[in-house]
C-alpha cells in the first residue's frame, strides 16, 4: 500500500447558498450544475444539507423547468452518474428567478434570497456567480451593492463574488472592471476562476517541482534547452460564435489558461503555500516576460483560422462556414508564440506556445525538452536526441520522461526509454473536474487557486501589444490550416527558426 501524506485536509463546507447569474446559459449546463451535483452525489455529500442553488437569468422559466433542464446537464455532462436518490436530494436546492435584466430584478433577488434563507434555516452567507459576459460585470456588481446584497468583508457572513475568465477584452477594459468590483467587493471577497487552476495535472506542477529535490536541480538554464506548452483542442467553435468571434484564440486561451500553466512551471518556489504566496510566485514570472514588441509581433507569433478539413474520419467546416460567424472574420482560432522568461533562471531559454481549435488531436501538455550532452563519448558518435519531460495535462493525465538506455545485447545500442506514469493505472477512481474542486474552494473560502488583479493585468499587458499591432496592421498573415491539422506551417516555421521542433505531434 502506497504511503499518503495529506497536507491540507478537505475542509468543511459552510452553509450558504450560490446565486448563479446566468443560469440559463451554456456553462451553467455543462460545467456548473453538474460540477455541484457531483460534490453532492451520494457517498460524498460536500455541500451542507440546507444549501441553496439559485438560478438567476433573463430567461423566463419556471422552478420545474429549471430542475428539468439542470437534470438534461447532469445526466449529459456529469461525471458521475445521475442516481435518482442523489437527484432528489441536490434538486430540492435548486431554485430559479428571472428578470435579471427587468428593473425591479434585484430587489426580487433580495426578496427570494431571504425566503429561502428562511424555509431552509440557512445563514446568509451568499456566493455570486457571475456566469455573464465580461461586458455585463460592472453593472452587475453595481445592482448588487445597491440592493444591499453585498455584506463587508469583516461582516459575521460572508458574501463571495466569483468571475469567469476572460476578466475584459483587453487591458483597458479589465482595468476597468478591476476597479468596478473593488469599488463593491473587497478582494478577500473576491474568486477570479481559471479553470485551468482546478486541473489536476495543473495542481501537480507544483507538487512535481517542490515535493521532488531531483527536478529542482535541473530546472533552469544550465540544463533546459526549451519549454513547450501545447493546449491542442479537436472542438471547433460549437455553438459559441457569439462569444468567440469577439474574442479569438489569444484572449481565449493565451491570456489566462496558458499563462497560468507557464507561470506554474516557470515560478520560482514561493516562500509558502499560502495562496497570496503562491500568487505573488506566479506574478513574478508574468513581471520577467519579456514584452513582445510591435516590430517583434510578426516574427515572434503567429495566428491562425481553421479552414475545413477531416477530422476523425469526418468532414468538419471551416471557422467561417460555422453557424453565426461572420463571414469575413479575421478571429483568430490558433495562435503560437515564442515568450522569454528575463530572470536569472530561465535567460535564453525560449518558451513556445500553441494552442488551437479544430487541431488534429486534444491534447495538452508541458514539454521541457533538456540540453545535449556533450559531443563526447556517445554522443561523439552518433547524434543523441535529448531527454524530454512531458507532463500531459489532459486527455491521459499524467508525465514521462524519455531518456536514453543501452539496449541489451553484444553490440553497444542505444534506445530511446520511457519512464511513463499514467493517473488511470496509478491512482484509483475517476478525476474530479475542475469546477467541482474550484467550487468548492469558494464556498470554503481558499483562494490558492483563483487569480488576483495582479495576475489578471500582468497578462493582459504581456498580450495587449500584440492584439494592438495585429488590430494596427491588417496585413500580418492571419493563416488558414486545414481542420485536422496541426495548425499553420507558419507556426512550425516559428519554432524551426530557433533549430527546434514542435512535440508531441
Ligand atoms: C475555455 C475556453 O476557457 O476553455 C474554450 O473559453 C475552451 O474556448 C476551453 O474550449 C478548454 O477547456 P478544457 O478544460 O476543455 O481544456
Redesign the pocket.
Known sequence: MNEVWTIAGQRPTTPCTIVIFGASGDLAARKLVPALYNLEHCGRELLASQMAILGFARREMSVEAFRAKAREGVARYSRLQLEEGCWDRFAQKLNYLSGLDSPEGFANLRKRLEEIEKERGLPPNRIYYLSIPPGAIREMVEKLDNAGLVARADAPYFTRLVVE?PIGSDLHSALQITLAIQKHFHESQIFRID??LG?ETVQNLMVLRFANSIFENFWDNRSVDHVQIT?A?E?GLGT?AMY?DEIGALR??VQ??MLQVLTLTAMEPPVSLLADAVRDAKVNVLRCLRPIAREAVRSSVVRGQYADGMLGGEHVPGYLQEAGVSENSRTETFAALKVYVDNWRWAGVPFFLRTG?RLARRS?AVFVKFKRVPEILFNRYQALPPDVMTIRI?PDEGFSIDVLAKRPGLDLSIQKVRMDLHYSTEFSGPLAD?YERLLLDVITGDHTLFQDDAFVHRSWEFVQPILDEWQRDASIPLEAYPAGSWGPKAADDLIRAEGRAWLGA
Open positions: 475568465k479553470h485551468y486541473k493546449v483542442e472542438e459559441r468567440y481565449d486561451m489566462n489558461h481549435k495538452s489532459q475542475a
